[in-house]
Every structure is written in C-alpha cells, then in structure tokens.
C-alpha cells in the first residue's frame, strides 16, 4: 500500500523553528514525483505551502512562507522535509505532504500538527 507519513509536529514558541519529515513507502515512485507540503488551519480553507520538482533543483514557496521555510527531498531515502524557521502563530496548523508541484495532487499523508504558541 502506497503511504506518506508527516513526522516532526509539535508544539513551539514564536520565533522558533521545526524540521517536518515525510516518509514515502509501499512502492510509491518518490523519486519521479514532484511534492509538495499543504497546510489547513482551524477554520480556514487549505493553503499550499511549498513544492519541489522530482530531482530537487527547482522549489516553490507561496509568499507567505518564502524566506523563513526551506523544502527539500532525499530520494534515496524516499523522504520530503520542510525546514520552517522563524515560526509564527499563523503558520498554527496540519501539514501534509502530497504529491504535486505548485498544488496538491490525488496523494496525500495524514498530516502533522503543528502549533505555535507562546
């Protein structure tokens, strides 16, 4: 069976950082699939976040994360990661990974919490 698995969501302080991993596993082609992470608040619609290209040269970032979050893949570790430094209480929320570039396709994990807060 196909899986993603989110890891590495917590509970941090603003201003803080967390490293998320996904875990790609059950024959999934990782490494011929553009990823990407998404997130959904409480209450609100879900966000696409970030997205990489198959081999790793070419990544996406929506505005309101570019600068403080970096994505990046191992392929011969079948995992995505998605580095998020100076967090803020907007960016409280479930974070799955999913297959796709610069949108969410038909694949997804879990998700993850994360939560910031003082």
């Known amino acids: 069976e196909v899986q993603l698995v989110e890891s590495g969501g917590d509970l941090v302080q603003p201003g803080g950082s967390l490293n998320l991993s996904c875990a790609a596993s059950?024959?999934?082609?990782?490494?011929?699939?553009?990823m990407s992470w998404v997130r959904q608040a409480p209450g609100k619609e879900l966000e696409w976040v970030s997205g990489?290209?198959?081999?790793?040269?070419?990544?996406y970032y929506a505005d309101f994360v570019r600068g403080r979050f970096t994505i990046s893949r191992d392929n011969a570790k079948n995992t995505l990661y998605l580095q998020m430094n100076r967090l803020q209480t907007a960016d409280t929320a479930v974070y799955y990974c999913?297959?796709?570039?610069?949108?969410?396709?038909?694949?997804w994990g879990q998700g993850t919490q994360v939560t910031v807060s003082s």
């Open positions: 999913a297959t796709g570039r610069t949108k969410p396709g038909a694949i």
């Open positions: 059950g024959g999934f082609p990782f490494s011929s699939t553009d």
């Open positions: 990489i290209g198959r081999t790793g040269q070419y990544k």
